[in-house]
């Protein structure tokens, strides 16, 4: 019963200092309009500019937070549990069934209460949101399992 | 499903985390298997008789509605 998806435990560190530095990286692009210098696609001066392919943003900087922070998430979630037995993977599964279910019903909220081009916006944000739900969800459950009381007596 | 792990330990004198180490799983999974509230794979059942010395009937039991 060996699941080959997860990766082993010391990648949950790694992942959250990955998702934590591109958190930064991405807050930075988004609100102060930070860019890497020179960290961009340069592309052939003449192409013509009537052309209906604009490219306004050559500059990888969002790209790469994108990616950071994705790549991130996936180590923190595929990672294994320091004991990682087979009530974790119930618990595991349970809270990625859950995660997608609520993931959808925000979907459908958003979709009801954004129009336009926030409506995109917040889609984009969405790539996010079964990882982040799932996180929290499984992180409850596994709280709540060590909170268990035992009764221990011999 | 019903099961007396509980007594088996009682007999065997181990407590649950002792009972956790010798199948490789947490405390926690122990004491979830035996309030009843998760049900274990027939791995885990065979390890646990293993333990036990008896075979898996004698502490796993079903009940109405199983």
Known sequence: MKNSLLIPNKFKVIGWVIFLVFCILGFFCLTKEFRIPGFQIYSLKNINENSPINFADYNLTNEFAILGITIGLLMIIFSKERIDDEYIAVLRLKSLQWAVLVSYVILLAINFCFYGLSFLMILVYNIWTIPIVFLAKFNYSLQRLKKERFSDEK | ?66
């Open chain 2, 1 to 66: 499903m019903k099961n007396n792990i509980r007594v088996q330990r009682a007999i065997k004198n181990i407590t649950q985390a002792e009972l956790a180490d010798l199948i490789q799983v947490s405390r926690q999974t122990i004491n979830t298997i035996e309030s009843g509230k998760y049900v274990p794979s027939t791995v885990l059942a065979l390890k646990m008789a293993r333990v036990f010395n008896k075979p898996v009937e004698e502490i796993f039991d079903l009940e109405e509605g199983d």
